[in-house]
């Protein structure tokens, strides 16, 4: 069994970064592959960033290309997402989400383990 918390989330202004972070409890943290989901207000949960066990292999939603980063320090059990240049059409309650396979996945059902999220929030 895998609990995942995550933390970091909050409020900032448009063009600003936050970073969230994910723990896990478990010892077989390190073969999982991670993600990143978010679901905004009146919308379904979506992609956002995946990260294979030995972060090796990373994978982006189109709409967090160039400005989000996910990593993970399998050491201390936890994933992050920096998340820079920040948009308005980020704010959403951002899940963590672990997997019992080593391949990222970009489908929710996927994924065995969330978290409880964290709400991310982007004024103009």
């Known amino acids: 069994q895998v609990q995942l918390v995550e933390s970091g989330g909050g409020l900032v202004q448009a063009g600003g970064s936050l970073r969230l972070s994910c723990a896990a409890s478990g010892r077989t943290f390190s073969n999982y592959a991670m993600g990143w989901f978010r679901q905004a207000p009146g919308k379904e949960r979506e992609f956002v960033a995946g990260i294979s066990p030995r972060g090796r292999t990373t994978y982006y939603a189109d709409s967090v290309k160039g400005r989000f980063t996910i990593s993970r320090d399998n050491a201390k059990n936890t994933i992050y997402l920096q998340m820079n240049n920040l948009k308005p059409e980020d704010t959403a309650v951002y899940y963590c989400?672990?997997?019992?396979?080593?391949?990222?996945?970009?489908?929710?059902?996927?994924?065995?383990?969330w978290g409880q999220g964290t709400q991310v929030t982007v004024s103009s």
């Open positions: 989400a672990g997997r019992t396979y080593s391949t990222v996945s970009v489908f929710l059902s996927a994924y065995n383990y």
